[in-house]
């Protein structure tokens, strides 16, 4: 609600696995409004090849680098941008009016080219609003590049920032900034920009937890393969190390547990509730 479309378009950058769930609250809080997805890694504005067009609608524009149209970016006013190409999608050649960062620990090494490129986009948004689920207390650097984003200046430079907050310290190969200082008047100057939710505080809004097992049932020559890849791990240092053996065996697990959890996934369905799957 606190966004103004007269400010500009809702830039929405995160990584590509939220995009269904944010094109999905976009129809629900916008459905006239049609979103524009950002994709490839390179722009071509000079010579575009001809826009495709789309097999099947499926509720939003796909605004390509290769063939880029203008037109389009000009008038969008929801648009989503995934992490790994934001640095060429950086300039949109025009204001935005909010930008969300959504898991915005992904972007806590400042030097990367994913953070810089997020900082450029936050010079032009007249707000921006970054989300992560991701405890990321301990080490305080890492929070340098959103604190660039939602409060620039706020904090100083890097090397101020760190040697407040940090811990900073002359190390072997120059300064190191792995630590914390001054703790309690970091929290205090994060309650101004932060709104912190732990899970005591929302645990009286959700339902109680419920538990319960599926037993998976399988056959005589399944029960083989299973033993047979348990043997290999409890075999592992003549062949290879245990986190690939493991890996291969928790493999074979999921095979056979899959579909019995997507049965429950469907019973649940049929019954009007919604479920999350957890893999």
């Known amino acids: 609600a606190s966004h103004d479309p007269e400010m500009g378009p809702m830039l929405v950058a995160g990584p590509l696995a939220v995009r269904e769930v944010w094109l999905s609250w976009f129809r629900r809080r916008w459905p006239d409004v049609r979103p524009i997805v950002l994709s490839g890694r390179t722009i071509n504005k000079s010579n575009p090849k001809k826009p495709v067009q789309p097999r099947r609608d499926r509720g939003f524009d796909l605004l390509e ?22 640095g060429a999608w950086k300039d949109l050649g025009r204001r935005v009016g909010t930008l969300v960062l959504d898991e915005i620990h992904l972007i806590s090494q400042r030097n990367s080219h994913r953070a810089e490129a997020v900082t450029f986009c936050s010079n032009l948004a007249a707000r921006v609003i ?9 080490r305080p650097s890492g929070l340098f590049t ?85 043997e290999r791990v409890r075999d592992h240092s003549k062949r290879s190390t245990a986190i690939g053996a493991l890996a291969r065996f928790r493999r074979l697990l999921a095979k056979h547990k899959v579909p019995v959890a997507v049965d429950v996934t469907k019973r649940i369905l049929q019954s009007g509730e919604k479920v999350v799957v957890w893999t």
């Open 65 to 86: 680098g290769d063939r880029f149209d203008a037109s389009l970016l000009a008038d969008a006013k929801l648009i989503f941008c995934n992490y790994d190409i934001i």
């Open 130 to 138: 970054a989300a992560t689920g991701t405890p990321i207390w301990h």
């Open 146 to 230: 959103t604190l660039s984003c939602v409060a620039p200046a706020a904090f100083g430079k890097f090397f101020e920032y760190a040697s407040r907050y940090c811990d900073a310290h002359p190390g072997s190969h120059g300064y190191v900034y792995d630590g914390a200082s001054n703790e309690e008047e970091f929290r205090e100057r994060m309650t101004e920009i932060m709104i912190r939710r732990t899970w005591q505080d929302v645990s009286g809004e959700l339902p109680a937890i419920e538990r319960s097992v599926e037993a998976v049932v399988v056959s005589e020559n399944q029960q083989f393969e299973i033993e047979k890849e348990a």
